[in-house]
């Protein structure tokens, strides 16, 4: 079975997990979750009490977009964000 993309981005199907490296990547995995449960950037700015222009920023990967807006945007479309340290190999 061949994966969606958006921006150039895998969408992996839920319970999945997948690297995010950059804004960009962030933006089109928030993006992929909110369209997969059918709302629109105006509804998830509205369930996280802030503008449209801040989704459509996060979304296309700005990457000053504010951390806390950001997680709150993540959280409300249901992705679980977990950090990993890296080798110092």
């Given at each position: ?48 009490n ?30 679980r ?9």
């Amino acid at each position: 079975m061949a994966l969606k993309s958006y921006h150039g981005y895998a969408i992996f199907p839920v319970g999945k997990k997948r690297m995010i490296e950059n804004a960009t990547q962030f933006g089109a995995a928030v993006a992929s979750a909110r369209k997969a449960l059918g709302l629109t950037q105006r509804e998830l700015a509205l369930a996280i009490n802030s503008g449209e222009r801040f989704i459509v920023d996060l979304e296309a990967g700005k990457p000053t977009a504010q951390l806390g807006k950001a997680l709150a945007a993540a959280k409300a479309v249901g992705l679980r964000l977990t950090a990993t340290g890296i080798s110092q190999a």
